[in-house]
């Protein structure tokens, strides 16, 4: 069997322990305390932890995220603090309702990674759009959500790699801009947010906590969830939306070919979204997928399901609302009658096909 060198610390322990109790019996060396001998325990025990948490080449174990509900709506679990799933230790989100701690890319209303979405049937689907375009993700009578992607050409492949850089939220009479900052080099220390309510930009100090909102209706609020880089934005009958800026890092780019360069390390924003009011009109990437008798387009059944459909969903920019599927602006339509829309329940999918979820 081979010797890797994690097993240095466990025998480097046995034999010092050995020889120890031999040269104590033979006089040679004093007898160690009690109190000592727990000390060098310790430290040992210490250095076999951290060995066991590596093995050649890869990183130690990461230590997980803490998040919390932030929302007052349900008392029962606001601000009660969790740990990340394992799966996921630093990319998750409390769902209130159960006041569980779920990975962010395996909830309903997740878009994340090359674009990839949970779909609000429960059903995961990649839609990859094209590189510097703008696609409309949600679309209904009140409120408009276009996408703006960034990417880069495969030129093994017949399509871009691409990711969000961007969201423009039109409700109303009024927009709202969510971006991440163009970034050669990621650096944790650093805020790469952009924020602009009706054009205006909006400055959140960098502290956990820190509160916008609109001084009048309607009455939106933007929340940081960590010290930089994160928020919650949430129109309190409209949506609220989990927004993280992360940056293509280079295992994610030598994994998937990615060949991510000094020059741009593609920051982009993760998101998680909840619908409060949708009508069963709603069209849009991911908006179709909340209609009552929705049926998904996508190819199940294969390792990466896509949804096509450019023409369908293309936008002239950030905040156009003139996308064939648009709805934005249309007589309204009965609302769905789930209020704010039910957690599911998911199981599997994770890294796999798809998702089954239970309402």
């Given at each position: 069997m081979a010797l890797h060198f994690y097993h240095v610390p466990r025998l480097l322990l046995i034999w010092l322990i050995k020889r120890r109790y031999i040269l104590t019996c033979m006089g040679v060396v004093p007898a160690v305390s009690m109190k000592k001998l727990w000390g060098i325990c310790g430290l040992f025990l210490m250095v076999l932890w951290l060995s066991e948490s590596m093995t050649v080449g890869q990183p130690m174990?990461?230590?997980?995220?803490?998040?919390?509900?932030?929302?007052?709506?349900?008392?029962?679990?606001?601000?009660?603090?969790?740990?990340?799933?394992?799966?996921?230790?630093?990319?998750?989100?409390?769902?209130?309702?159960?006041?569980?701690p779920v990975c962010s890319c395996n909830f309903p209303g997740a878009v994340c990674e090359d674009p990839k979405f949970v779909g609000g049937d429960g059903i995961t689907f990649y839609f990859h759009g094209r590189k510097d375009q703008d696609f409309c993700i949600v679309s209904d009578t009140n409120l408009h959500i276009n996408a703006h992607f960034i990417g880069k050409r495969n030129p093994n492949m017949k399509r871009d790699f691409t990711w969000v850089q961007s969201i423009g939220i039109m409700f109303g009479s009024h927009k709202l801009l969510v971006a991440a900052k163009t970034t050669t080099t990621w650096d944790d220390n650093l805020d790469r947010l952009a924020l602009s309510f009706d054009d205006m930009p909006i400055h959140l100090p960098n502290k956990d906590g820190s509160k916008w909102r609109t001084p009048i209706a309607p009455c939106v609020s933007i929340t940081r969830t960590g010290d930089r880089n994160r928020?919650?934005?949430?129109?309190e009958e409209n949506f609220r939306?989990?927004?993280v800026v992360v940056p293509i890092t280079a295992e994610e780019s030598r994994v998937h070919s990615y060949n991510i360069t000094d020059e741009d390390c593609?920051?982009?924003?993760?998101?998680?979204?909840?619908?409060?009011k949708l009508t069963n009109g709603v069209a849009g990437v991911l908006g179709q997928t909340y209609r009552r008798n929705y049926v998904s387009?996508?190819?199940?059944?294969?390792?990466?399901?896509?949804?096509?459909?450019?023409?369908?969903?293309s936008s002239?920019?950030?905040?156009?609302?003139?996308?064939?599927?648009?709805q934005f602006g249309n007589q309204a339509l009965p609302e769905n009658s789930h209020g704010e829309y039910p957690t599911l329940h998911c199981s599997s999918g994770v890294n796999g096909t798809g998702v089954v979820c239970k309402k």
């Open positions: 174990a990461i230590i997980p995220r803490k998040v919390r509900c932030r929302s007052v709506k349900y008392s029962p679990c606001y601000l009660i603090w969790h740990f990340c799933p394992i799966v996921c230790p630093t990319s998750c989100l409390v769902d209130c309702i159960s006041c569980k928020v919650v934005i949430e129109d939306i989990n927004a593609f920051a982009h924003l993760e998101l998680g979204f909840k619908f409060y387009k996508a190819k199940m059944g294969v390792v990466m399901p896509v949804l096509g459909g450019l023409h369908k969903f002239s920019s950030i905040f156009a609302t003139d996308c064939p599927e648009s």
